[in-house]
């Protein structure tokens, strides 16, 4: 058996940028980190003549063209992948929480996949494969961050150029700013999943169609990344809280579904109760708040209060790996 695990991740700053529908015009630039959640894939090799596919549903069929599920599918046949094969997915966390799940297992699916039909691929390689499934071949209005972090892992600035390619570029943190970071930032599940896909495909239209106001937006959006980075490589952290709660105001004016009245009021909670600065990690509607905060105890209770549940991470440093075979 094979197993393969890539990263989940949360965005620093310059999240929406990423997308063809911007990055082709203008350049884009953010930054990233992959933490230790993750999307496992295993993979088995059987005696029936069918693929076995197990995740949220199960799917048996000997022919690839029924395969349901979209990802697996388009995996499979770029691979030319015949049957006999089970496959497997778990998550460490739901899918449809802004983490970047869907860049993630697919990351995870072409690890395993390239390694179970003996083909090398340099991470470059895999996260630009895992694109192109996504963006290209199933036409997902998504950009292109959740992919290459999960590919790579770290605290990484990525910067997405017009001529499609990506610029990687590790962000040069000291010992003492990423134990503040990994002892300070606060995630918490405001209890609503959403389709990434739904969210940004009104971003997607408004950038393609050159409206003003989102332009703007998206502009402003990319120069808060290049700030955030300048600020975790200094080591000011305070300035990191307020230029995410900068990025949180800015990026709710880019759609009106952007936000929820428990979502907002949840967040000001958390302002008055210790948190430095904030944001909704992912495409917006749903998914994880992330607070910077001195005073964990305070924000911890105060979001305990509210039925938000915490869930506590490292940074991931090792990027898509085989965990064994």
């Known amino acids: 058996m094979i197993l393969t695990r890539a990263p989940l991740r949360i965005t620093f700053g310059g999240g929406g940028t990423d997308l063809p529908s911007y990055y082709r015009k203008f350049g884009g630039e953010l930054v990233a980190a992959a933490i230790d959640k993750y999307i496992h894939i295993a993979l088995h090799k ?12 199960i799917e048996r069929t000997p022919h690839l063209e029924e395969i349901k599920h979209p990802i697996i599918r388009e995996v499979l046949r770029f691979h030319g992948v015949d049957p006999r094969l089970e496959i497997l997915s778990m998550a460490d966390i739901p899918d449809g929480t802004g983490l970047g799940s869907s860049g993630s297992f697919t990351v995870a699916l072409i690890k395993a996949i390239s390694f179970y039909k003996r083909q090398h691929l340099l ?38 150029n017009k001529d499609d390619t990506v610029t990687v570029e590790p962000v ?10 990994e002892d300070d ?16 495909s009104e971003q997607k239209k408004k950038s393609e169609s050159l409206d003003k106001d989102m332009l703007e937006n998206l502009h402003f959006t990319k120069e808060l990344g290049i700030q955030s980075r300048k600020t975790l490589e200094s080591g000011d952290l305070k300035e990191f809280a307020r230029l995410m709660h900068v990025h949180w105001e800015n990026k709710k004016k880019r759609s009106q579904s952007m936000t929820k009245s428990d979502i907002d009021n949840a967040y000001n909670v958390a302002m008055d109760n210790g948190a430095l600065g904030g944001k909704l990690i992912g495409a917006g509607a749903g998914g994880f708040l992330m607070f910077y905060t001195k005073d964990h105890s305070l924000l911890r209770n105060a979001m305990s209060k509210l039925n938000l549940e915490e869930v506590r991470f490292k940074f991931d440093f090792e990027g898509a790996k085989v965990v064994s075979t």
Request: proline share 4%.
């Open 46 to 57: 059987i005696f029936p003549n069918e693929f076995i596919i197990k995740y949220s549903q």
């Open 123 to 160: 991470t470059q390689e895999l996260a630009e494969e895992a694109c192109d499934i996504e963006i290209n071949k199933l036409g997902a209005p998504i950009g292109k961050q959740d992919q290459y972090a999960a590919a790579y892992g770290g605290i990484t600035c990525f910067k997405f």
């Open 172 to 181: 040069h943190i000291s010992p003492e700013t990423l134990h503040s970071l």
């Open 185 to 200: 930032l606060l995630l918490f599940f405001t209890g609503y999943s959403r389709s990434a896909s739904a969210v940004l």
